[in-house]
């Protein structure tokens, strides 16, 4: 009889906006099993209908043990602690971003005073968004939801920038020795600047498609919105031939 070996794979989930089918759909193709890893971006709610549903799926997950699993807080996450008042940033912008939708989902509206809101939202769901991580290093590769600053080493780094920050990031190298995946800010195909970065949202919410890069085999796992079909593609060579572009001549 052969011996078994297995491989952990390392997966990273772009920003889902409420979108829990289209999610549920990207978590069955993968096929986890207990050895893989897992890490989400953030922006589990707003614009999307389906907050509450998404929060319910992705406790079930972690309460089951599928796999490892982290959750990153994105800044709509933040925005709506804020708004709760727990602390955070730009709570006063959360329903102009998506947050009346989170807000129904929990059978609150904007008219309702914030002890009431947090009242109707389950103990667990509170937990979970107080109980977020902003960073996630595993290797060679760092996962924030908006990027990090140039400016400063990884222990330095300013909750703000991890959270909201776009094209001064996104335009430039950095000095960290990561790979940074980061969500944030959609467009319309993965965004590939290595070894710097990656960028995973594809802007589900919109229309889109959300993203799930797997590190370790180089997949790239992708469900279009309003579909429960995922496309799968090798993405090995290509990151290859990427990474020998950038590095010096010998």
């Known amino acids: 009889m052969k011996d078994t070996y297995v491989t952990a794979r390392f997966f990273i989930v772009g920003d889902m906006h409420a979108c829990p089918q289209e999610l549920e759909a990207l978590l069955t193709a993968l096929a986890l099993q207990p050895e893989d890893q897992l890490v989400f971006l953030g922006d589990y709610v707003d614009r999307g209908p389906g907050a509450r549903e998404l929060v319910d799926l992705l406790l079930r997950m972690r309460d089951d043990a599928v796999c490892a699993m982290t ?46 809101i ?12 107080r109980n977020l991580d902003l960073m996630c290093p595993v290797g060679e590769v760092l996962c924030v939801h908006a990027g990090i600053s140039a400016l400063r080493p990884l222990a330095e780094q300013d909750p703000e920038d991890l959270l909201w920050i776009r094209q001064e990031f996104i335009d430039n190298p950095h000095p960290l020795p990561y790979t940074i995946v980061y969500g944030h800010t959609p467009q319309r ?30 997949k790239l796992f992708q469900v279009g919105k309003g579909t429960r079909k995922v496309k799968v593609t090798d993405i090995a060579e290509p990151w290859a031939e990427m990474l020998a572009r950038t590095r010096p001549p010998s």
């Open 71 to 116: 959750f990153l807080k994105g800044n709509h996450e933040d925005m709506f602690l804020d708004f709760m008042g727990y602390g955070g940033n730009y709570g006063e912008a959360f329903l102009l971003n998506g947050g009346v939708k989170t807000l129904a989902s929990y059978g609150c509206t904007p008219f309702m005073d914030p002890a009431a």
């Open 118 to 129: 947090v009242a109707r939202v389950p103990e667990a769901h509170l937990t979970f968004f």
């Open 189 to 218: 195909e993965v965004r590939f600047d290595l070894p710097y970065k990656v960028g995973i949202d594809t802007g589900l919410v919109y229309g889109g498609k959300l993203s799930c890069l797997e590190i370790t085999e180089k």
